[in-house]
């Protein structure tokens, strides 16, 4: 056979299966069709109850309220009265309050004062119902005692001290929930409805005049012990019709929509429909286009077979294009070989580039590891040779006190040496994890400068001509956060200028931005450096006594709190020796912002004055003997526990005014003490601090919900806690 015959098999055998499926498939379309519309009646009437059982849990709850007023435990009914009116529930709805035997007390539709009239015996029957349940019932369409009007009640129980009982109830008009369920957006030719336990319409979005009647008896059937469910029948005018219905868990009423059943058939029919011609069409115009796309085939490979042959006689072939992209492609393919060939040997050469571009720039990454290492084991090893030094002196002759002084100062020294290296490093961590947490407030930037150059002058490490001028900025930021921003900035000039050498600092405002200029005339920037200067673990180069240099992480936190802010970081250097200029722009605040305010405490909470007595509670032996020593040198009596249990029972014995708690103790944690502690009564006076490795804005705030008066982080800075406690 030729080829053309085999592709009339081939669409004969693509086109027959599709048929077969199509029709299969128009089947379960039209099922699902009407699935889908069912469907849409069910989420129509779930959405109505929950609608209706929402506006009856809010009258539940303002009744609730209602009921713990106090001018109604004292007595004073000309209040309650003018406060129930507050609960009313739409233009015809009203608040009554029932006596125990179902006598109306106050009824806000009348003057109080007012005669009410003596109450029927459904009413009464409802009232002890409540009193005797001490549980909120829902009535049924029923016919009020004043007004003589068609509504429905909820009622609650009002228990009150000394054996007193009422009833409050809230009252609805039946419009009030026709408007209601109206407010559902759904076909003009559906009909939506409210229907009482007694099987009578309380609303309804369509023919308002059978409000009040009894609905279809064949849904009130179908229904009854049903929570849900589908139906079809004729409905009281005679037409045929789906119905969808659920019952209200709160009040037990029964919600139903109903809907032609010749709609929802005539949809799917429709869709159906509209599905075959398509398909039809599709498939008709698929055996026209493959019969064309045949004959251009056929053609195509008739002009290969000639360029082929001729080939084969030693010819050039000249084959005119083919109106097929792979034949054209074969005619194409040898004389392309030697392109390609040439072309793969340029890749090659290009892959092999790059390889060692890569390969240089690994290299580079690791002496950068290298080097951070290095310089980390160093950065490490000063201190911790420092804290060793000192505590060998104080073997050595612990009763001489200017050694005793001496050793002192350097464990202090650098211990906050030691803290300020781990806290960069976990900075750089967070900020890697998007784990920071900015407290925005407005703040002047010219205070942050001021205060950090006069902290540098006091610990003595300004020997430079340094100047600062400075304009009023003020900003939206985390001062603690750009204190520190700011302060890696100065350090880095001290650091990298010469004593004796010129650093200017300038604050000023350009356009919409705060401009902050930190220029210096050290060792300056060399133009390699700069691309990766902001880079994490990059930094120049360092003697060997490191007066210069560091982790070579500042800079990269300084681009990452700077970005957090919104702001921007520059540096400007004309060279090794020419000294370098930062430049840090963060955008203003539209107007210039009061001072800023001192933090609150967490609300339920107030300080407490701390006592004589202490309770430490530190399950680390070596932490809570330091720190009790500590506060004993301040005056303190320190009770010591290494558990919340035992530290529980032993500030029930002491009764100590002040608390300190470790939140990381085995068995009971830091939360659960603080909660015992803030629900027993002799301890209520005490306060409470929290002590953690977690410094997170989340884990302070958690620990101010757990009833904790204030939040530090390890290692504690102990002027930071003294502070706090002469604070009160």
């Not at 199509?22 to 099922?31: K, M, S, Y």
């Not at 309380?202 to 008896?217: E, F, K, S, V």
Request: with cysteine.
């Amino acid at each position: 056979m030729k080829i053309r015959a085999y592709l009339l098999i081939m669409i004969g055998a693509i086109i027959l299966p599709i048929s077969l499926f199509a029709a299969i498939a128009l089947q379960t379309l039209l099922r699902s069709e009407r699935e889908a519309a069912l469907q849409a009646l069910e989420e129509t009437v779930g959405a109505t109850v929950l609608l209706v059982d929402r506006e009856l849990s809010s009258a539940e709850a303002a009744l609730r309220v209602l009921a713990h007023s106090p001018h109604l435990a004292h007595g004073d009914m000309e209040a309650f009265y003018e406060h129930a009116g507050s609960a009313d529930r739409g233009e015809t709805g009203r608040t009554i309050l029932f006596a125990p035997n179902g006598q109306q007390i106050i009824n806000t539709v009348m003057p109080l004062g007012e005669p009410l009239p003596p109450p029927p015996d459904y009413v009464r029957v409802r009232t002890r119902q409540v009193i005797d349940t001490q549980r909120t019932v829902v009535s049924g369409l029923i016919t009020g005692a004043v007004q003589r009007v068609p509504v429905t009640t909820i009622n609650v129980p009002v228990p009150l001290g000394e054996g007193r009982r009422y009833v409050l109830a809230s009252v609805f008009g039946t419009e009030y929930f026709s408007n209601l369920i109206s407010q559902r957006t759904i076909p003009k030719s559906w009909s939506l409805a409210v229907i009482d336990r007694d099987g009578r319409f309380i609303a309804r979005t369509r023919d308002l005049a059978r409000i009040g009647q009894q609905a279809n008896p064949e849904l009130l059937r179908t229904a009854s012990g049903k929570t849900r469910g589908l139906l079809r029948a004729k409905t009281i005018a005679g037409v045929d019709s789906y119905f969808a219905f659920t019952h209200s868990p709160m009040s037990g009423w029964l919600v139903a929509v109903s809907a032609p059943a010749a709609e929802i058939e005539g949809a799917a029919r429709r869709a159906v429909t509209l599905a075959a011609v398509g398909m039809l069409v599709a498939m008709l115009c698929a055996a026209g286009a493959a019969v064309f796309f045949t004959r251009r085939l056929v053609a195509s490979i008739r002009g290969a077979a000639s360029a082929a042959t001729a080939l084969g006689h030693g010819a050039v072939p000249h084959a005119p294009p083919a109106a097929i992209a792979e034949v054209s492609e074969l005619h194409r393919s040898i004389d392309e070989a030697a392109h390609k060939l040439a072309e793969a040997e340029a890749e090659r050469t290009s892959l092999l580039e790059r390889e060692q571009e890569a390969r240089v720039v690994a290299e580079q990454q690791v002496q950068i590891r290298d080097e951070f290492l290095a310089m980390l084991s160093h950065e490490l090893r000063n201190p911790l040779s420092g804290i060793v030094g000192a505590a060998q002196l104080l073997r050595m002759d612990p009763a001489n006190p200017a050694l005793k002084q001496h050793a002192q100062d350097i464990l202090l020294r650098q211990g906050k040496h030691l803290t300020r290296i781990v806290d960069d490093l976990l900075d750089l961590a967070r900020l890697a994890r998007g784990k920071v947490q900015l407290d925005l407030r407005p703040v002047d930037l010219a205070a942050v400068v001021e205060s950090t150059v006069d902290a540098l002058r006091i610990a003595g490490k300004v020997e430079h001509q340094l100047s600062c001028t400075l304009a009023p900025a003020w900003v939206l930021a985390d001062r603690t956060r750009i204190e520190q921003v700011v302060g890696n900035l100065v350090t880095n000039a001290l650091k990298y200028t010469p004593k004796g050498g010129a650093i200017d600092i300038s604050l000023s405002t350009d356009g919409d931005d705060a401009c902050l200029a930190v220029r210096d005339s050290g060792v300056g920037i060399a133009p390699e450096l700069m691309p990766q200067l902001f880079d994490i673990f990059v930094q120049g180069k360092v003697s060997l006594d490191r007066s210069q240099g560091g982790l070579g992480i500042g800079l990269s936190l300084v681009r990452s709190l700077v970005a957090l802010h919104g702001g921007t970081i520059r540096a400007d250097s004309e060279g090794t020796g020419r000294g370098s200029t930062f430049v840090l722009r963060l955008p203003l605040l539209d107007q210039h912002a009061p001072q800023e305010g001192t933090a609150q405490s967490a609300p339920g909470t107030k300080a407490r004055p701390a006592g004589s007595s202490v309770l430490l509670i530190e399950d680390n032996h070596d932490a809570r003997q330091m720190l009790a020593a500590q506060l004993a040198a301040m005056g303190y009596r320190v009770l010591e526990a290494d558990n919340g249990k035992d530290g529980l029972e032993l500030a029930r014995r002491e009764l100590p005014g002040l608390g300190i708690v470790d939140i990381g103790l085995p068995g009971m944690d830091g939360y659960q003490v603080a909660a015992q502690a803030r629900r027993d009564p002799l301890l209520a006076g005490m306060r409470l601090i929290a002590l953690t490795g977690y410094g997170q804005q989340t884990d302070r705030q958690r620990a101010l919900d757990a009833g904790f008066d204030a939040h530090f982080v390890k290692p504690l800075k102990f002027e930071d806690l003294a502070n706090c406690l002469a604070a009160g």
